[in-house]
C-alpha cells in the first residue's frame, strides 16, 4: 500500500508531484487544499531506448484514482505534449464525469484535437482564460500570468493558500522582444510577489545554461539570410506547435519572393488552430498546397516540415530516405532543422542529418548555425524570477536531478536560505503548512502505451523485450508421450535472433542431442510433469549455448503430450 499521509489540520495544504520531477517530460502536479485537488498539467513523455515496442510514458494515475471523487479541475500551463499529451489517458478515469479544464485558447484549441482522437471530448468542459485575470473553482482561487516560452500562450498559475500562494511558473523564458509583443508579464509576478509568495515551483530545464537564452526574434534573420541564399528549394523543419518560429520561416519566405508548403497532419492542425486564433498570419496566397509542388519553381518555395527529433515516418525522416512521396532533395537544395536536440533523440536526429548530407542538400542545424532559440529560461532569467517574486519557499521542478542541483544552487546564491530550498523527485508529497516539507511518498511509476495496452507492459514485458532483442529467442518443440514421458517426435529447434540457422547447424544439432538426452533421463526418472520437463529442457540448453557461444537467448520449450 502507498505510504498516504494523513493530512495535519495546520498544514491545510499539499503539492503532489507525479511526474516531471527529477525527469523531463510527462509533468503533473496535484495541488490540494481543504482535502480537494486541483491538478496543473497532465504530460506525457517518449520511451527511451531501453523501452523497445512502448509507444508513450504516461505519469501513474493511481494516486488519482484514489482521489477521484476529490479532484475538482484541471489547469494547464501550456499546449506542449509533455503538459497536455496524457489529459485524454486521464479522462478515462473519469468515465462519469465532466472535468473542467482551464488554458488559453491555444492550448485548449491544441487539446481538443486531442481529446475528439481518443473520443473523450465529452469528458472535459473546457473553460478558456485569459492571463492577467483568475478563476476560483471550489476551495481554489487562481491568478494566470503570461509567460513567453516556445508556443504561444503560455501561463504561470498562482494559486492561494493561507500562507500566501504558490506560484507554478510553468514553462518560460524571460523573453523581452518576443514575436508577439507579448513577453513575460514581470509586472503581474512582481504583484504576486507583493501579496506574498509562499512556495514557488520554476522551470529548470536550462539552469545549466549561463546568462539568458536568447530572444526568438534573433532566429529571424539568420532564417531570412539561409533563404536569400539558397538557390533552390528550402525545407525548414520544426515543432508544429511553435507557432512563432513558423512565423518567422512564413516572414523570411515572403522576403525572398517564396511560397510556403505546410506538410504533415500535425504542422496543418496547429497551423490552422494559429490562424483561426489570431496567433499565425499566413496569406492565403502565399500557401501552395503540397500536390502543387512539382509544377512549381522549387527556388520559390519554402516547405515547412516536422520531423527535427528524427521521428520516424516524419516528413523529415522521409526526405533523408529519399522516400517522400512529393519531396525530393538534390544537391543546391537547403535544410534547416531549426530546433533544439532534445537529450535522448540524438542518435535519430544525427541519423537524419547524414541521410539528408547524403541527398546532396545543405543542412543547418544547432549548434553549428543559430538556426534556433530555447523556450526555457538560462541561468540569469531564472535568478531574475527568485528575485522578482521572492518566494518563502522554493522547489525546482521540470527537469532531470542535475538541473534541479542546478537551479537549487541559484536559488541560493541569490539569498533564498538553503533550508527552504527543497530538491523533490517524483511522487514526493509536500505539506505546505508554515513550514514546508517533505510528508511523504505516493506512487508514481512510469505507465507505458502500446497500441491499445495501457499499463499492460511493465518491467518485465520490457526486460523480455530487452533480451529478445539483445540476444534473440529459440524455440523447442517435442512431442512426449503422456504416460511415460517418451520422445515421440522432435526436438524441432527454430531460433530468431540468435545463430544463424544455415551457419550454426553443429550447434543446433548439438542441442537437439541434448534435448534428447534430457528428456530420456527424466523418462528413466519416471518425471512426465510437463512443466518440469520444460525447465529441465531450459536448463540443459542454457548451459549449453552458453558454453558453445557466450550467449544467452530467451529458450521456450513447447511441449506437447500426446
Ligand atoms: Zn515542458
Ligand atoms: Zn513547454
Known amino acids: 500500500m502507498p505510504d498516504l499521509p494523513s493530512r495535519?489540520?495546520?498544514?491545510?495544504?499539499?503539492?503532489?508531484?507525479?511526474?516531471?520531477?527529477?525527469?523531463?517530460?510527462?509533468?503533473?502536479?496535484c495541488v490540494e487544499l481543504e482535502g480537494r485537488v486541483l491538478i496543473?498539467?497532465?504530460?506525457?513523455?517518449?520511451?527511451?531506448?531501453?523501452?523497445?515496442?512502448?509507444?508513450?510514458?504516461?505519469?501513474?494515475?493511481?494516486?488519482?484514482?484514489?482521489?477521484?471523487?476529490?479532484?475538482?479541475?484541471?489547469?494547464?500551463?501550456?499546449?506542449h505534449e509533455d503538459h497536455i499529451g496524457a489529459l485524454p489517458y486521464l479522462l478515462r478515469e473519469f468515465p462519469?464525469?465532466?472535468?473542467?479544464?482551464?488554458?488559453?485558447?491555444?492550448?485548449?484549441?491544441?487539446?481538443?484535437?486531442?481529446?475528439?482522437?481518443?473520443?473523450?471530448?465529452?469528458?472535459?468542459?473546457?473553460?478558456?482564460?485569459?492571463?492577467?485575470?483568475g478563476a476560483s473553482i471550489g476551495p481554489f482561487s487562481m491568478r494566470f500570468m503570461r509567460v513567453t516560452h516556445s508556443i504561444p500562450d503560455g501561463m504561470a498559475v498562482a494559486i492561494d493558500t493561507p500562507y500566501g500562494s504558490i506560484l507554478h511558473t510553468g514553462d518560460f523564458k524571460i523573453d523581452q522582444t518576443p514575436l508577439d509583443g507579448r513577453p513575460t508579464d514581470l509586472h503581474a509576478l512582481a504583484e504576486e510577489a507583493g501579496r506574498g509568495v509562499h512556495l514557488l515551483l520554476s522551470d529548470s530545464t536550462n539552469a545549466e545554461e549561463a546568462g539568458y537564452t536568447a530572444s526568438e526574434r534573433s532566429v529571424g534573420p539568420v532564417l531570412t539570410d539561409i533563404v536569400a541564399r539558397a538557390p533552390q528549394l528550402v525545407v525548414v523543419a520544426c515543432f508544429s506547435s511553435h507557432?512563432?518560429?513558423?512565423?518567422?520561416?512564413?516572414?523570411?519566405?515572403?522576403?525572398n519572393e517564396r511560397v510556403v508548403v505546410f506538410l504533415g497532419r500535425s504542422m496543418h492542425q496547429s497551423v490552422a488552430a494559429a490562424r483561426r486564433l489570431g496567433l499565425l498570419s499566413v496569406p492565403d496566397e502565399d500557401v501552395l498546397p503540397v500536390e502543387a509542388l512539382a509544377s512549381f519553381d522549387p527556388a520559390r518555395v519554402v516547405v515547412i516540415c516536422t520531423g527535427s527529433q528524427g521521428e520516424p515516418l516524419s516528413a523529415l525522416s522521409l526526405m533523408a530516405a529519399r522516400e517522400h512521396k512529393w519531396v525530393r532533395l538534390r544537391e543546391g537544395d537547403v535544410v534547416v532543422l531549426s530546433s533544439s536536440l532534445i537529450p535522448g533523440n540524438e542518435p535519430a536526429i544525427h541519423r537524419v542529418i547524414d541521410g539528408l548530407y547524403r541527398t546532396g542538400a545543405d543542412v543547418y542545424h544547432?549548434?553549428?548555425?543559430?538556426?534556433?532559440?530555447?523556450?526555457?529560461?538560462?541561468?540569469?532569467?531564472?535568478?531574475?524570477?527568485?528575485?522578482?517574486?521572492?518566494?518563502?519557499?522554493?522547489?525546482?521542478?521540470?527537469?532531470?536531478?542535475?538541473?534541479?542541483?542546478?537551479?537549487?544552487?541559484?536559488?541560493?546564491?541569490?539569498?533564498?536560505?538553503p533550508e527552504r530550498v527543497l530538491i523533490c523527485e517524483d511522487g514526493d508529497v509536500l505539506e505546505v503548512g508554515e513550514k514546508v516539507e517533505l510528508a511523504g511518498r505516493v506512487p508514481a511509476g512510469m505507465t507505458f502505451v502500446d497500441g491499445l495496452g495501457i499499463g499492460d507492459v511493465g518491467e518485465v514485458v520490457?526486460?523480455?523485450?530487452?533480451?529478445?532483442?539483445?540476444?534473440?529467442?529459440?524455440?523447442?518443440?517435442?512431442?512426449?508421450?503422456?504416460?511415460?514421458?517418451?520422445?515421440?517426435?522432435?526436438?524441432?529447434?527454430?531460433?530468431?535472433g540468435?545463430?544463424?540457422?544455415?551457419?550454426?547447424?553443429?550447434?543446433?544439432?548439438?542441442?537437439?542431442?541434448?534435448?534428447r538426452l534430457s528428456l530420456r533421463e527424466s523418462a528413466e526418472a519416471e518425471v512426465t510433469d510437463p512443466g518440469v520437463l520444460e525447465q529441465n529442457i531450459r536448463r540443459v540448453l542454457g548451459r549449453y549455448f552458453y558454453e558453445a557461444t557466450q550467449r544467452k537467448p530467451v529458450i521456450l520449450p513447447v511441449i506437447l503430450e500426446v
Open 8 to 29: 495535519a489540520p495546520e498544514a491545510p495544504a499539499r503539492v503532489v508531484f507525479l511526474g516531471g520531477v527529477g525527469e523531463v517530460g510527462r509533468n503533473m502536479a
Open 366 to 417: 544547432v549548434p553549428a548555425a543559430p538556426v534556433h532559440a530555447s523556450g526555457h529560461a538560462a541561468a540569469e532569467e531564472l535568478r531574475l524570477m527568485l528575485s522578482l517574486v521572492r518566494p518563502r519557499w522554493f522547489v525546482p521542478i521540470h527537469g532531470e536531478r542535475r538541473h534541479l542541483a542546478h537551479h537549487a544552487k541559484l536559488a541560493t546564491e541569490v539569498g533564498i536560505p
Open 40 to 79: 496543473v498539467d497532465v504530460g506525457l513523455s517518449f520511451p527511451t531506448h531501453d523501452q523497445p515496442g512502448v509507444d508513450l510514458v504516461l505519469p501513474d494515475f493511481e494516486y488519482v484514482r484514489g482521489r477521484r471523487e476529490d479532484v475538482e479541475a484541471v489547469v494547464l500551463t501550456h499546449g
Open 498 to 515: 540468435f545463430v544463424f540457422e544455415q551457419a550454426a547447424g553443429d550447434i543446433l544439432e548439438a542441442a537437439r542431442e541434448r534435448v
Open 462 to 496: 520490457l526486460r523480455d523485450r530487452r533480451k529478445l532483442a539483445g540476444e534473440g529467442v529459440v524455440v523447442v518443440v517435442v512431442a512426449i508421450d503422456a504416460h511415460h514421458g517418451q520422445l515421440i517426435s522432435g526436438p524441432d529447434i527454430v531460433n530468431r
Open 96 to 133: 462519469d464525469r465532466v472535468l473542467p479544464v482551464y488554458g488559453t485558447p491555444f492550448t485548449l484549441a491544441l487539446l481538443e484535437g486531442k481529446l475528439e482522437e481518443h473520443g473523450v471530448r465529452d469528458r472535459a468542459e473546457l473553460r478558456t482564460v485569459t492571463p492577467g485575470e
Open 243 to 255: 507557432i512563432h518560429r513558423i512565423q518567422q520561416v512564413v516572414n523570411a519566405a515572403r522576403a
